[in-house]
């Protein structure tokens, strides 16, 4: 009987510390997984962020985008309306200039008999 009691406190003893053991092992379980669940919603709030400041940011490059392309386009016609004009004056240099040299002409003749009529 004394045999059955020993082997009883021991299983006692033994199914005790097992016990708080694994009570032990699940409270660092549940220390180990909690900070773990706290450190990847940190994670989880930092790229947020980062993804709706680079959203931020695509916004303004493609609002930037747009505003460059308008103003490429509008230089564009711009230098297709200066580029038609100076066509026009390297076609038409050379009748302006004989027109102007035969203004000179007229001039110097008109110079010419007003100073012969004083």
Not at 33 to 60: C, F, H, P, R, W
Request: hydrophobic letters at 40%; a negative charge.
């Amino acid at each position: 009987i004394e045999q059955i009691l020993e082997d009883s406190k021991a299983l006692e003893t033994e199914a005790t510390t097992g016990e708080a053991k694994a009570q032990a092992d699940y409270e660092k379980f549940v220390a180990d997984s909690n900070a773990l669940i706290k450190e990847l919603q940190d994670q989880i709030t930092a790229k947020t962020k980062a993804v709706a400041a680079a959203d931020e940011d695509k916004a303004e490059a493609q609002q930037n985008l747009e505003s460059t392309k308008s103003e490429l386009e509008s230089l564009a016609a711009y230098e297709a309306d200066l580029h038609g004009e100076c066509d026009f004056v390297l076609k038409n240099f050379d009748i302006r200039q004989k027109a102007r040299l035969q203004e000179m002409e007229a001039i110097m003749s008109a110079k010419a008999i007003l100073s012969g009529a004083k």
